[in-house]
């Protein structure tokens, strides 16, 4: 599903400002080429934020991590995007979002 709203996505990329483009360009780096990891350690983590993250490599570039935090910050700017949009439009982005 993610990948077949990419086309979607790159449509609305076009009519929206440079934060926007941003996110969309993030979501769309960790749809194709991310990598999830959870971390499992010893004991009891005091903060889980540290165990989750996204490894973006794409080829012959240097590779990115995103943290939990940094997914959070992504989930909210897609959340002030979707006001932007048509009821279909947000419920399409957001069931995208969350399958990933």
Known sequence: MCRENLNWY???Q???GSVEESAFGQLEDITKHGKYIIHVGQGIPKDIRGL???QIQKQHSAKHEYSLDDLKDLQSKLA???GKM???D???M???FWQV
């Open 94 to 96: 957001a069931d995208t």
């Open 52 to 54: 989750v993250k996204v």
């Open 90 to 92: 947000i419920k399409d």
């Open 14 to 16: 076009s009519t929206l």
């Open 80 to 82: 002030l995007i979707k």
């Open 10 to 12: 790159k449509t609305i």
């Open 86 to 88: 048509t009821e279909k």
